[in-house]
């Protein structure tokens, strides 16, 4: 049942897509591959150019589409893997938990903090603090093949930027349907 909050966010985003459609007809699925790119480009991240043409679904995803964040690194790469991302694509997506209140850095600014965070939380106490992050988050740092992108990601933002923005676009392409041309 939707809570008067549910409700008004409804509104919203109906407007909101009602003013997108009136310049150009979207579907929902373009609204929220849309607004995760403008998200983390508002935030300070990288402008991602998104495509539009996707087909909304009449049905929900499957369960278990989203990897469960109690997973170690083998079963989130395995996760990642059966979908067609490579273990790069991983750790460049779970920087988007940069965002937000686990404790990377600021809930608002879209950077490569938590690669930092990663790195000293695991460094400093041999492993990270149950506050920070997701037990998924906590995982990453212990598989080597991972470290190595995290470290990357953390010297490098401009890196990260580039690989987050290639493998988002992966990510919301993955599994659309779209309209014929």
Not at 3 to 18: H, Q, V
Not at 69 to 81: I, N, P, R, V, Y
Not at 82 to 97: D, M, N, R
Request: with cysteine; charged share 25%.
């Amino acid at each position: 049942m939707l809570g008067p909050f549910n409700w008004m966010t409804i509104l919203i985003l109906e407007k909101a897509k009602n003013e997108v459609d009136a310049m150009q007809p979207v579907s929902w699925a373009d609204m929220i591959a849309m607004a995760g790119a403008e998200a983390v480009s508002v935030c300070g991240g990288p402008t991602i150019r998104v495509a539009l043409g996707r087909l909304d679904s009449k049905e929900p995803d499957p369960e278990g589409k989203l990897p469960e964040e109690t997973l170690d690194a083998a079963g989130l790469k395995q996760s990642f893997q059966t979908k067609g991302f490579l273990t790069q694509e991983l750790v460049a997506l779970s920087g988007a938990h940069t965002l937000g209140n686990k404790g990377f850095g600021s809930p608002t600014v879209f950077d490569n903090s938590y690669f930092k965070v990663l790195i000293e939380e695991s460094v400093s106490s041999g492993s990270m603090s149950s506050m920070t992050g997701l037990p998924s988050d906590r995982a990453l740092p212990k598989d080597e093949e991972c470290l190595r992108w995290i470290k990357k990601y953390a010297d490098d933002q401009n890196t990260f930027f580039e690989d987050f923005e290639k493998a988002y676009i992966k990510l919301v392409n993955s599994g659309a349907r779209w309209t014929s041309l």
